[in-house]
């Protein structure tokens, strides 16, 4: 029930493309969904986040879109740029469970110039 | 602002060697998070301290891991004997405060065991 379930597991998209990626959970008690973006020989940093009192947050090219009812969150990638390649995860915590992170297992996206 | 440190970035190891590795969090963030990354696959939570208390470990390999975090500011973890299946990218992150969402990762350090 901890699980968070992320797809694809990789993605291609030429420059200036939509890049969606999409994740579901199960366990409802989770009400913070960060997006953390990695590249190479970095650790994760935090990208957008949402709670669920709201079904969309956007920020610049970025945007989180939250289906509560459907436990699916899924982020959108506008105008991607080959500067966006990168590994992304979604992840999900609770207030019970002292905000530790859940991650999915990562996508990992390629924008061709 | 300094990100967090860890150290060393590479270590390669034969199994049922000993290997240590150390995390420096920003200054003044009171919990810190050790995370095991294996290839292609998502962050998992190994131990979380909170100053230099233990909050959760139920998911560290007690039999060969342990950590510890001295005087509530650096953190040491440790694995012995190592496995194959250790062979991973070990992270460590450091929040201002407990509950805080926001997590700040250091790059890791690249465990290969041979």
């Known amino acids: 029930q901890q699980q968070v379930k992320q797809s694809p597991q990789s993605l291609i998209v030429q420059k200036g493309g939509i890049s969606i990626i999409n994740c579901a959970y199960e366990?409802?008690?989770?009400?913070?969904f960060p997006w953390y973006q990695q590249f190479p020989g970095k650790g994760p940093a935090l990208l957008i986040a949402?709670?669920?009192?709201?079904s969309e947050k956007k920020e610049g090219r970025f945007t989180i879109s939250f289906n509560k009812s459907a436990k699916q969150f899924s982020l959108h990638i506008m105008d991607s740029q080959p500067g966006d390649s990168a590994t992304y995860f979604c992840?999900?915590?609770?207030?019970?469970?002292?905000?530790?992170?859940?991650f999915g297992s990562g996508t990992q996206l390629t924008v061709l110039p | 602002e300094a990100g967090v440190a860890q150290s060393p970035r590479y270590k390669i190891i034969e199994k049922r060697q000993s290997v240590a590795f150390w995390c420096n969090p920003i200054?003044?963030?009171?919990?810190l998070y050790w995370y095991q990354q294996i290839l292609g696959q998502g962050p998992k939570l190994l131990i979380q301290?909170?100053?230099?208390?233990?909050?959760?470990d139920s998911q560290l390999p007690k039999d060969r891991f342990s950590a510890e975090r001295l005087k509530g500011v650096d953190s040491t973890l440790k694995i012995q004997p190592a496995k194959l299946e250790d062979s991973a990218v070990y992270l460590c992150?450091?929040?201002?405060?407990?509950?805080?969402?926001?997590?700040?990762f250091g790059s890791g350090t690249q465990l290969s065991v041979l």
């Open positions: 992150a450091s929040s201002p405060i407990a509950g805080l969402e926001k997590l700040f």
């Open positions: 301290f909170q100053n230099n208390g233990v909050v959760d």
């Open positions: 949402i709670r669920p009192d709201v």
């Open positions: 366990n409802t008690a989770f009400d913070y």
């Open positions: 200054s003044g963030h009171a919990t």
């Open positions: 992840a999900a915590s609770s207030s019970g469970s002292a905000r530790q992170l859940t």
